[in-house]
């Protein structure tokens, strides 16, 4: 598994509890949605990860 | 965009040792909205080509699933690529894969550092892409054949790839019944895209919206992909209920 995911990239939105929302699947991630300060990465941008495989995970702490 | 300051965050990534990348998002409804989430913790896999391919919850992802869409997957993300292959780059972001090809045959020929590698990927990336077009053409998914092959197929070179997907989206242009599936899927996709449901009379009247959909465009592609658009409301209902 960690072989695999080392090919996916690792990337991990901070965000606060939000209601449930639609489901996307099968549908194109919209490009226009913007991130910033990437961190433990030399990414600047999600465009750095085009043609790769994204593994994205949202969760708050507290 | 987060309810925790950036300090605390990354105070929580050092405290947990935390080493994947991260990243904070300006339009938190938009990102959720994107990959589907109900919750937390959610994620989701995001292709090669850039499509939502799976979203749920981190455990329940399966080595099979990041197998399966690790084909036609760049082996090495463009940040790591030498700055002399700059022009295949722009045009892999720009998602011109057809056109980055033609750069990595010309760079490959100079010599170009990782010139071959980055072609094979790049080779390998398109042909994936195209497979996956013509499986999803075969299920009746037109909605995604004409999303994503329209884009695709000016960046191909003449040959039976090229006529293979044309002839797809003539089909799905002048066929009666892809046409009828094709106008259910953009249907649910618009009542979906109306927002979040954040109460539980919203979900109330998009299972009922939903439910005539499903039963208008009965037998297509379209009535399976609301049938789920359906349990995925009656979910949030549930949630909503226990909250």
Known sequence: MKQLLSFAVGLVAWLVISAPSPAQVGTPFPRDLEFKDFAQTPAQSLEDFSGRLILVEAFAFW | ?243
């Open chain 2, 1 to 243: 965009m987060t309810g925790e300051s950036k300090s605390e965050t990354e105070a929580w990534i050092e405290d947990k040792g935390a080493e994947y990348a991260y990243t904070y998002a300006a339009n938190m409804d938009g990102f959720m909205r994107a990959i589907d989430a109900g919750g937390y913790p959610s994620s989701a896999l995001i292709d090669a080509s850039g499509m939502v391919v799976w979203s749920g919850h981190p455990s329940s992802l399966t080595n099979q699933l990041i197998e399966e869409h690790l084909v036609g997957a760049l082996r090495k993300p463009l940040f790591e690529w030498p700055k002399s292959a700059a022009k295949i780059a722009k045009s892999v972001r720009s998602g011109d894969l057809g056109g980055a090809i033609r750069e990595a045959k010309a760079y490959a020929e100079k010599g170009g550092e990782l010139g071959a590698e980055l072609l094979a990927d790049l080779q390998a990336s398109l042909t994936s892409r195209l497979e996956f077009l013509n499986q999803r053409f075969e299920a009746g998914d037109f909605f995604t054949v004409l999303e994503r092959g329209e884009s695709l197929l000016p960046t191909l070179e003449e040959g039976e790839p090229r006529a293979r997907l044309q002839k797809h989206l003539e089909h799905i242009a002048t066929d009666t019944a892809a046409q009828n599936c094709l106008e259910g899927q953009r249907a649910w996709r618009k009542l979906v895209g109306k927002g979040p449901l954040r109460k539980v009379k919203d979900c109330d009247k998009r299972i009922e919206d939903l439910k005539k959909l499903s039963e208008k465009y009965t037998g297509t592609f379209a009535a399976e992909e609301i049938e789920r658009q359906i349990g995925l409301a009656r979910a949030t209902k549930t949630k909503l209920l226990e909250r």
